[in-house]
């Protein structure tokens, strides 16, 4: 098996999908921004904005929207229009500091596109609290930041938490990131501690520099006394909002909650199909969010689909084997014998990919981009 079979987060399926004969979604992407189609799907995010959606050139034909009909200003001081077509995506989206202006609405995949119209999660709730906010990814669409405050809440109620300790979620206007995730782009992606949130107030230092603490031992063992019941608790509340599509995790806790759905006697495992392991989540869980309904731009990821409808079987025992674990190109691939992992190995991600730029984001992200 290869490693082109677990796209999860990874962009195998988007571009697929764009091999496909997706080729003229740039302008139905860009009509539907210039003139007005799937407004719908906006309508979900009217109430939330964050300004006055600009005046784009109606009159422009969406055919003949190219890098000429631009706004004369970009968004990147000092960067000409054309010329910031061949830069790194991420370095563009990274240096907006402000939401797009527009209608709320994901555009593109969740590692290949940007979001409109953006609004910021609360840094302090009475269930939640925002780390990391001098990186400025705290922004998401209305969809995700109205789930978020619901889902810190009710944990709360319902498991006795102080609040959840929320990491990264998307820049002001989406996009790819400068560092630290492939995904996250539309705003339907959010990164949630382990760590429980303390009983007070941080201060902004704290939250800024306060560390995470890891809940495994190694990518096949659980630390048990740093995840606990009340971690696969509230995981188990999360998978089963209907909104949520995905939520990635280390794979021993993905085995835990296997063994966990067995000890409760859990009659209906089918939202243990939505955790899914994936490298990295170890000192956090990873929620994304299908498409909401009706915005037409957002492109879907398939449903996670399991032979086994829970993923504890077959998927599960792949991530138990040393492919997903191989060390890099040059050096000894098997330090894993009789399952003793000595020294720990770097996992082995998907193969690095070149970077993004704005070619291959749709269209419409450079209207993103530009709006003010
Ligand atoms: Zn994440």
Redo the contacts with the bound molecule.
């Keep these: 098996m290869r490693f082109a079979r677990k796209p999860e987060n990874s962009t195998v399926r988007w571009m697929v999908f764009a091999s496909a004969g997706f080729s003229a979604a740039p302008l139905v992407l860009a009509a539907a921004l210039l003139g007005g189609v799937g407004q719908g799907a906006w309508a979900a995010g009217d109430a939330a904005q964050t300004g006055k959606p600009v005046s784009l050139s109606k009159s422009a034909p969406a055919d003949d929207y190219a890098l000429a009909n631009l706004p004369a200003g970009s968004s990147s001081p000092g960067v000409d229009v054309r010329e910031r077509e061949s830069l790194p995506a991420k370095q563009l989206f990274g240096a907006v500091e402000t939401p797009a202006p527009l209608p709320s609405e994901p555009i593109g995949y969740y590692t290949e596109g940007c979001a409109a119209g953006n609004v910021p999660m609360p840094q302090v709730g009475e269930a939640w609290q925002m780390m990391r906010p001098r990186r400025n990814r705290y922004w998401g669409q209305p969809q995700l930041i109205a789930f978020l405050q619901e889902f810190a809440r009710r944990a709360k109620r319902e498991l006795g938490i102080n609040g959840l300790l929320i990491g990264?979620l998307s820049q002001p206007r989406g996009g790819p990131m400068t560092s630290g995730?492939r995904?996250?782009q539309i705003g339907l992606?959010a990164?949630i501690w382990f760590l429980e949130m303390p009983d007070r107030v941080l201060s902004e230092q704290e939250r800024n520099t306060m560390s995470a603490r890891l809940v495994t031992l190694d990518h096949r063992r659980i630390n048990p006394r740093r995840f606990t019941e009340k971690h696969a608790r509230l995981l188990r509340m999360a998978a089963k909002y209907p909104q949520v599509q995905r939520i990635f995790v280390h794979p021993p806790i993905k085995k835990y909650m296997c063994a966990f759905a067995e000890r409760i006697g859990d009659e209906d495992k089918s939202w243990l199909a939505r955790i899914r392991p994936y490298w990295g989540h170890n000192y956090h869980f990873?929620i994304r969010l299908r498409c909401p309904a009706g915005a037409t731009n957002c492109k879907p990821q398939p449903e996670p689909n399991p032979e086994d409808g829970t993923g504890c079987g077959k998927h599960l025992a792949w991530w138990y084997s040393d492919e997903p674990w191989q060390m890099d190109r040059g050096v000894p691939s098997l330090l894993y014998r009789e399952g003793v992992p000595v020294p720990r190995p770097r996992p082995k991600k998907p193969e690095p990919r070149r970077e993004i730029t704005m070619q291959d984001l749709p269209h419409a992200c450079r209207v993103v981009l530009d709006a003010r």
């Design positions: 990264d995730h995904s996250h992606d990164d990873h």
